[in-house]
């Protein structure tokens, strides 16, 4: 089977449940093809899928007797359709809805760009830039950090329960409010002074309430 034959037409229908498409000919009297299959780079174990926009213009190519069996190469830029990059270094997708993933190979950068917000992957940095918020919503998540991990902002909130099994170092002061207050079930060495603005109790003696037995009789509690 030779193909030989190739026309420039205007895609007027698709399929994309057989992957195929037509294609018409202004040149032929407005000839319409049969269903054309798409040409993918893969099709087998690894598999592309995408479909030409009906209007948009492709290459075919078909046998040298007619133009029952074809096939649609693909699409290229022509009339007031421009390229969306100006560098042979970005590899560009634009979606219909906008949305835009770019990857710059000299900046080693992969940019998504949804619905107007922009997140950028740095190779060279390491780092994901994100313009407002972030949410990942899963059941766990684990980070490994070889040397340390730095959460850079002015609050940190955890709406559920805290473990640590290493040690707990502070250098800006330790405050909790409301709760069940603080339990310590451990040794507490504490270097400085202490200060309570109420009592303090120890094995059930009040610090401000006990008395003390003298030779004359039982004393009034500290002032």
């Known amino acids: 089977m030779q193909f030989d034959n ?3 037409g205007e895609v007027s229908s698709i399929n994309p449940v057989k992957c195929t498409a037509r294609v018409i000919f202004d ?3 407005s000839m319409v093809t049969y269903d054309l299959p798409i040409m993918q780079r893969n099709s087998l174990g690894n598999r592309d899928y995408q479909m030409p926009d009906i209007g948009e213009d492709v ?3 078909f046998r040298s007797d007619g133009f029952e069996d074809g096939v649609i190469i ?3 830029y022509a009339g007031d359709v421009e390229p969306p990059e100006t560098t042979a270094d970005r590899r560009t997708v634009i979606f219909k809805d906008g949305t835009r993933i770019c990857y710059d190979r000299a900046a080693h950068t992969l940019t998504v760009t949804i619905a107007g917000t922009e997140i950028v992957f740095d190779q060279q940095t390491g780092s994901i830039t994100v313009p407002d918020s972030v949410t990942v919503n899963c059941t766990t998540a684990t980070i490994h950090a070889s040397k340390s991990v730095t959460i850079d902002a002015p ?3 955890f709406t ?3 473990k640590v099994q290493g040690l707990i170092t502070g250098q800006g002061g330790f405050t909790v409010t409301g709760g069940g207050g603080v339990v310590a079930n451990c040794n507490i060495q504490l270097n400085g002074t202490l200060t309570a603005t109420e009592d303090v109790v120890a094995s059930g003696i009040s610090l401000n309430g006990h008395t003390h037995t003298a030779p004359h009789g ?3 509690g500290p002032h």
């Open 218 to 220: 039982e004393t009034s």
């Open 155 to 157: 609050d940190t909130f």
């Open 74 to 76: 693909g699409s290229f």
């Open 59 to 61: 290459l075919c190519l």
């Open 6 to 8: 190739f026309k420039i």
């Open 27 to 29: 040149d032929e009297s």
């Open 160 to 162: 559920g329960n805290i």
